[in-house]
Nanobody, 114 residues
Framework: VQLQASGGGLVQAGGSLRLSCTASGSIFSINRMGWYRQAPAKERELVAT???????NYGDSVKGRFTISRDTAKNTVYLQMNSLKPEDTAVYYC?????????WGQGTLVTVSS
């Protein structure tokens, strides 16, 4: 599985961004896709995931502000990020999970200025 992420950038606090992640390769094996993030000097944390059955999970810090969705026909997962805060600044990593394998995309930087 290969994951291609896009959509990061610089935005002011209160603004919005949308990240996209497209999967290719052995996508039939994927049970869940989503996003994690890692800020400088911090551990990687869950942002949001969506399962093949449509179950969605959000990290506590983004609930009510971020929305994950998917386009099955395009093998793409989206992360709509609204009301961004400076503490959302991080490298965002796309992730795909199956019982046998976990894959990570290359990461896309999101910077929120105050």
């Amino acid at each position: 599985v290969q994951l291609q992420a896009s959509g990061g950038g610089l935005v002011q606090a209160g603004g919005s961004l949308r990240l996209s992640c497209t999967a290719s390769g052995s996508i039939f094996s994927i049970n869940r896709m989503g996003w994690y993030r890692q800020a400088p000097a911090k551990e990687r944390e869950l942002v949001a995931t969506i399962s093949s059955g449509g179950t969605i999970n959000y990290g506590d810090s983004v609930k009510g502000r971020f929305t994950i969705s998917r386009d099955t026909a395009k093998n793409t997962v989206y992360l709509q990020m609204n009301s961004l805060k400076p503490e959302d600044t991080a490298v965002y990593y796309c992730n795909s999970w199956s019982p046998l394998y976990t894959y990570w995309g290359q990461g896309t930087l999101v910077t929120v200025s105050s």
